[in-house]
């Protein structure tokens, strides 16, 4: 089970709340585009030809460099597991927006099983 669904499970965050959070979690995201350029996976021409095709498509950023063959499968994971890393954890979105406090977070995160993404993601 996530932490987010957990916490909203068992009522110590509202779903409105969560989605909130989220959103502003989205919202702090660095680009991959942006993310691919700083880590040398993609040039700036290549990053405009995808934007381009995908102001067309409107499909995802990274599965568009994919099947342009800009980057390779692995090189997409470990952008995304980078963008994962360098983003706010959700939890302490909540524990900011005042949806949660730090002890509670805490407490049950190390009372229940969560993966290291879901920690990551939610914490």
Do not use: W, Y
């Not at 509670?104 to 099983?113: A, C, F, G, N, V």
């Amino acid at each position: 089970m996530r932490l987010g669904n957990h916490l909203v499970r068992c009522g110590l965050v509202t779903s409105e709340q969560m989605l909130l959070a989220l959103d502003q979690q989205m919202r702090g995201r660095v680009p991959i585009g942006q993310l691919a350029v700083q880590t040398g996976h993609l040039t700036m021409g290549q990053v405009f030809k995808i934007l381009s095709v995908q102001s067309e498509q409107r499909r995802p950023f990274g599965q568009l460099a994919v099947e342009l063959g800009f980057l390779s499968k692995s090189g997409l994971q470990e952008l995304l597991c980078a963008q994962m890393q360098r983003s706010q954890p959700l939890g302490d979105i909540l524990v900011d927006m005042g949806a949660i406090d730090r002890a509670t977070l805490e407490t049950e995160q190390s009372r229940h099983p969560f993966s290291d993404t879901d920690i990551q993601m939610i914490s």
